[in-house]
C-alpha cells in the first residue's frame, strides 16, 4: 500500500489549495478514505472522510462549508480542496485509509504534504 500527497504549500489567509493523494498497491475503489491533519504540538484532527463509493462524505466542523473531500476511482486519487483558509488550518495533511469508518479508524497513511498559512 502507498498514498503520496501533493499539493501543499505557503498560502495567504482567505486562499485555496487542493491537495491530492496518489494511492496504489490495493484495489482504491474498495475503501473508504480520509483526509487527516496534524498541527504543531497538537493531536491528529480527522478533517474529512470519503465512502468507498464517492456518495457519503464526513466533513470536521472545523472545516465545514470549507472543506470538500472527493474522489476519481478510475485514477485513484484523492482531493481534498481547502478554501478561505484560516491561520488555524496549518498543519500537515495526511491520506489515510480507513478501516472502520464509525471509529475513525485507520490503517495506512501517507507522508503527508504540508500546509502552511501565513501572510
Known amino acids: 500500500v502507498q498514498l503520496v500527497e501533493s499539493g501543499g504549500g505557503q498560502v495567504q489567509p482567505g486562499g485555496s489549495l487542493r491537495l491530492s493523494c496518489a494511492a496504489s498497491?490495493?484495489?482504491?475503489?474498495?475503501?473508504?478514505m480520509s483526509w487527516v491533519r496534524q498541527a504543531p504540538r497538537k493531536g491528529p484532527e480527522w478533517v474529512s472522510a470519503i465512502n468507498a463509493g464517492g456518495g457519503r462524505t464526513y466533513t470536521a466542523d472545523s472545516v465545514k462549508d470549507r472543506f470538500t473531500i472527493s474522489r476519481d476511482n478510475d485514477k485513484n486519487l484523492l482531493y481534498l480542496q481547502m478554501n478561505s483558509l484560516t491561520h488555524n488550518d496549518t498543519a500537515r495533511y495526511f491520506c489515510?485509509?480507513?478501516?472502520?469508518?464509525?471509529?475513525?479508524?485507520?490503517?495506512?497513511w501517507g507522508l503527508g504534504t504540508q500546509v502552511i498559512v501565513s501572510s
Open positions: 498497491g490495493f484495489t482504491f475503489s474498495d475503501y473508504d
Open positions: 489515510a485509509r480507513v478501516t472502520k469508518w464509525e471509529a475513525g479508524q485507520t490503517d495506512y
